[in-house]
């Protein structure tokens, strides 16, 4: 069974275009993430959400929306895709904000790629 | 804001040999350092992690050491295997569920 699933894993669409991604954890997580890889494989932060509710926005251009529907899921939504919005986006979760950290699992990634 | 950085960016051993990965971070509220392995076309898969309150942990080839003064953190894998090629990331965290801070990746390659 795959922890944290992302669709789709590849999405390839023209500039200007809507598009949303999706992610399930059934680890039975609180806390959940996304996190964006760019060419050069670095990862930063995106957003998070803690029984969803929206925790973590990292100076995100507005055309980015997340949506948390229940604590197993955390969609993301873009409105006018831009070329630089070309990336891997990775889907995590964690038990999250207890005291003890616990680890982050990732989800397989979902490769955008802006024609 | 925390800052994490990893050397080398690139590692090219020979099958057997060990391999060492370091990096700083610059926030001493950091508590929390996971090391992450990449394969291509996957998502990162924790391998080992650390808390402050530890100096060293093993996994059978895999150990981490922590050096909570001078804010530094190694991956160590002994006995290297091709399967080991990856990009390894190391990571921080001050608080529980909030956001990793991740190292720029080191690509390893180990050569049979």
């Known amino acids: 069974d795959t922890a944290v699933s992302q669709t789709p894993k590849y999405l390839v669409t023209q500039m200007g275009n809507d598009k949303s991604i999706k992610c399930e954890q059934n680890l039975g997580h609180d806390t959940m993430y996304w996190y964006k890889q760019d060419s050069k494989k670095f990862l930063k932060i995106m957003f998070s959400?803690?029984?969803?509710?929206?925790?973590i926005n990292e100076t995100v251009p507005n055309r980015f929306s997340p949506k948390s529907p229940d604590k197993a899921h955390l969609n993301l939504h873009i409105n006018s895709l831009e070329l630089g919005d070309s990336a891997v986006y990775f889907c995590?979760?964690?038990?999250?904000?207890?005291?003890?950290?616990?680890?982050?699992?990732f989800g397989d990634g979902t490769r955008l790629s802006i024609l | 804001g925390e800052n994490v950085e990893q050397h080398p960016s690139t590692l090219s051993v020979q099958e057997g040999d060990s391999a060492v990965i370091k990096c700083t971070y610059s926030?001493?509220?950091?508590?929390?350092f996971p090391w992450y392995k990449q394969e291509l076309g996957k998502g990162p898969q924790l391998i080992i992690d650390?808390?402050?309150?530890?100096g060293e942990k093993k996994d059978q080839r895999i150990a981490v050491t922590l050096n909570k003064t001078a804010k530094h953190f190694s991956l160590h894998i002994t006995e290297t295997q091709p399967e080991d090629s990856a990009v390894y990331f190391c990571?921080?965290?001050?608080?529980?569920?909030?956001?990793?801070?991740f190292g720029k990746g080191t690509t390893l390659s180990v050569s049979s």
């Open positions: 650390i808390r402050s309150n530890v």
């Open positions: 959400y803690n029984n969803k509710e929206l925790i």
């Open positions: 990571a921080a965290n001050r608080q529980a569920g909030t956001a990793l801070i």
């Open positions: 995590a979760s964690s038990q999250g904000m207890g005291v003890r950290n616990q680890p982050q699992h």
């Open positions: 926030d001493s509220a950091s508590n929390y």
